[in-house]
């Protein structure tokens, strides 16, 4: 994404009528985005917001009202419809939803702000629900904290009730110089901006690792995450400049601060373009040691940029995000053809799919997923295996797609050995299932598992002997060694991946791969770091993969990185028990 101009339709840079602050968060993406604030809720929640004309208030208040009434009718409908067997589960979920739409508090606020500061309905609606997520978040209660996803999709509908009677719900122009700032964004929000061009995004919340700062990351824009109440302090369309880099907002910055930043923004795009020369040169160490660069993707979209950064394969395909922001499941044949595009489409080089890591983070629209501690609950693997169906759907989708391509099925979160037995005999099932109707596959996919769970690093005999491959998942290696919520940005300080723990737990699994003999990459944001590819190609690693925005970074660094070398100091590394000597030994590393 080439530089963002300031559009000349939009409000002039200065004289900003704002003070200038600066606001610290967490970078999650390089590089630095100048343009006006757009505050949204969620991209799901996304709503125009404008006054309305003085004297059509209480018109603007019969839309919310026959908004919420239509709802109403359509909940009741729904519960009536319920059948006699079906979990009660369900018509207690309509009963709440029913009871949080009949509540005062979602109708009485709106309204007081359409009447008072003539906000548009939607907006007043989005406003009042974000005040009441804000004290669901504060609640100690586990089961009533999760509520706050009902009022979400109750007020959802709301909104999508009065979609056909809205008056202007323009998206705002020029989307490249505009930064979205939110409180927080779900997974499922973010892979919605791919189809947007903004020029960067800003959150109150979440960690440097979550899901939704990846998204962030793969859109290869700057993002910053973090900034506790920067929603609250900023307003619509102020003047923002966000470095990615090292996490600093500057709101309402002056001409000169300004000035400098637009240069360095140009300067960052120069470095840019010029590692595209890259592209095609091999990736290997200055004694010629081949290094394999690969690419992660959530959606098929993804390879394109994947290729244009010069991948040599997909090293993680995040496919539960086919599954994110719809209201079914995508069927076999669906699934069938979105891995069949990526496979082909990367001309037989490996295409590494991860079978549906769905639960904490990311969870399907209407699915009870979510666990007294979703990070611990059931998710990828555990979810997959409690649902047969679903996993058999998806292993019959990829093995079709096996035989276009170089495809290989990397398995989630696995802890104990007997869920890569169970895992082998689905997949065997699935062949069955195929090789009896006839449809053809390959028959000799590798089958690898990911390396997250601290338990399954240290017990990897068992798991060697069973798998092809190991990927190591440093993301959730992290949150489960040190015991931090990744997308918890009230321990985001704590994540650290130079834990003496963390950095024992990798080595000794890219150990153990060698000495077995099977293939080991590291697929989590580790691989895509600058600072760390040396320590791990000390450690021994060769394969890496990360999304394709610092593809090209990483391949300058394995060019001028000299394995005996690195060796040397890795291990010192690995023996520091001190953090600042760990560091000290890092920039050592890579000096030079
Ligand atoms: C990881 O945990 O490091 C990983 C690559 O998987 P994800 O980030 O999708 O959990
Ligand atoms: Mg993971």
Not at 220 to 237: C, F
Not at 422 to 435: K, R
Not at 516 to 535: D, K, S, Y
Request: with cysteine.
């Amino acid at each position: 994404m080439g530089k963002p101009e300031l559009s000349q339709n939009l409000p002039p840079v200065t004289p900003r009528l704002g003070a200038s602050f600066t606001l610290h968060g967490a970078g999650v993406s390089g590089g630095i985005a100048i343009g006006y604030a757009h505050l949204i809720s969620s991209a799901r929640l996304e709503v125009a917001h404008y006054e309305v004309a003085v004297g059509d208030g209480e018109a603007e208040i019969d839309r919310l009202d026959a908004a919420i009434e239509q709802v109403r009718g359509e909940l009741i409908g729904l519960h009536a419809a319920v059948p006699q067997d079906a979990p009660a589960e369900m018509a207690a979920f309509l009963d709440l939803h029913l009871m949080i739409l009949n509540d005062s508090t979602l109708s009485v606020v709106p309204r007081e702000l359409i009447r008072n500061r003539r906000w548009n309905a939607e907006w007043a609606l989005v406003h009042q629900m974000e005040m009441l997520v804000q004290r669901f978040d504060e609640i100690e209660n586990t089961y009533l904290r999760e509520r706050k996803g009902d009022v979400q999709q109750v007020v959802e509908r709301v909104l999508k009730a009065m979609l056909g009677s809205a008056h202007t719900p323009a998206p705002p122009a020029h989307e490249e110089n505009i930064i979205v700032v939110a409180h927080d964004f779900s997974p499922a929000d973010m892979i919605l901006f791919k189809q947007h061009q903004f020029a960067g995004f800003v959150t109150d919340l979440g960690g440097v690792t979550s899901h939704t700062a990846i998204v962030a990351r793969s859109l290869n824009l700057p993002a910053i995450v973090g900034l506790h109440h920067a929603r609250q302090m900023i307003r619509e369309s102020e003047l923002l400049i966000a470095d990615g880099t090292i996490g600093v907002l500057i709101v309402n910055p002056d001409r000169q601060v300004l000035a400098e930043y637009q240069l360095r923004q140009s300067q960052f795009e120069l470095e840019r373009q010029k590692l595209k020369r890259l592209r095609t040169t091999p990736a290997a160490t200055l004694e010629g040691v081949p290094v394999e660069l690969q690419a992660n993707i959530e959606l098929p979209s993804d390879v394109e940029q994947a290729l244009d950064a010069g991948a040599m394969g997909v090293g993680l395909f995040r496919t539960e995000f086919l599954f994110l922001n719809r209201d079914d499941l995508p069927g076999e044949d669906e699934q069938f053809e979105a891995y069949r595009q990526v496979v082909q489409a990367m001309n037989g080089m490996p295409v590494t799919i991860r079978t549906l890591d769905l639960g904490a983070d990311k969870a399907i629209t209407g699915a009870q997923l979510v666990g007294p501690n979703p990070a611990l609950g059931l998710r990828a693997i555990r979810f997959c295996l409690a649902e047969p169906q679903i996993f058999l759907t998806q292993l019959r989708a990829i093995l079709r797609a096996s035989r276009y391509g170089n495809v290989r099925l990397l398995v989630p979160m696995v802890a104990h050995a007997h869920e890569i037995d169970q895992v082998l005999h689905y997949v065997a099932l699935a062949q069955d299932m195929l090789a009896h109707t006839g449809v053809p596959f390959d028959s000799s996919v590798p089958v690898g598992g990911m390396i997250e769970i601290p338990a399954a690093a240290l017990a990897l005999n068992a798991f060697v002997k069973k798998l092809d491959f190991l990927s190591i998942g440093t993301n959730d290696l992290i949150q489960y060694t040190l015991a931090i919520d990744r997308t918890d940005d009230a321990v985001a300080h704590l994540y650290d991946p130079l834990h003496p723990a963390v950095l024992y737990l990798i080595a000794h699994t890219i150990r153990s791969a060698v000495k077995a003999g099977i293939q080991v990459a590291v697929c989590g944001e580790m691989a895509g770091e600058v600072q760390l590819t040396r320590l791990l190609l000390g450690m021994g690693l060769r394969q890496f993969s990360m999304h394709p925005a610092q593809l090209l970074a990483i391949k300058q660094q394995v060019l001028r990185s000299s394995i005996p070398q690195v060796e040397v100091l890795a291990q010192r590394i690995l023996r520091s028990e001190d953090s600042e000597r760990t560091r000290q030994l890092l920039d050592k590393l890579n000096d030079s």
